[in-house]
Nanobody, 115 residues
Framework: QVQLVESGGGLVQPGGSLRLSCEAS????????MGWYRQAPGKQRELVAD???????TYADSVKGRFTISRDNAKNTVYLQMTNLKSEDTAVYYC?????????WGQGTQVTVSS
């Protein structure tokens, strides 16, 4: 049974930092691409960043230079380091494991950026 468990969300002031973690179980983690998505109230879910099994990363333009995605295959974990957070980063952040034929989502973790 595949499980993706996110953690690390919370309330942070503008300009602050957070690190999200997503631990996977039930899959051969190193073979899967891993992505972080977010969904703000009233908006569609959008890709924030992803990392392939080979470590190739992509980022949404809105987070380039502020967010860093990384993975630790020994720990079956993908991270999202978020810096210089802005109010518009407020959303539920979801972890996704996927191939071209399959995907699985975590339950999400809330990130709120507010003074």
């Amino acid at each position: 049974q595949v499980q993706l468990v996110e953690s690390g969300g919370g309330l942070v002031q503008p300009g602050g930092s957070l690190r999200l973690s997503c631990e996977a179980s039930g899959i051969a983690f190193r073979l899967y691409a891993m992505g972080w998505y977010r969904q703000a109230p009233g908006k569609q879910r959008e890709l924030v960043a992803d990392v392939s099994g080979f470590g190739i990363t992509t980022y949404a333009d809105s987070v380039k230079g502020r967010f860093t995605i990384s993975r630790d295959n020994a720990k079956n974990t993908v991270y999202l380091q978020m810096t210089n957070l802005k109010s518009e980063d407020t959303a539920v952040y979801y972890c996704k494991a996927y191939t071209t034929l399959w995907s699985s989502w975590g339950q999400g973790t809330q990130v709120t950026v507010s003074s």
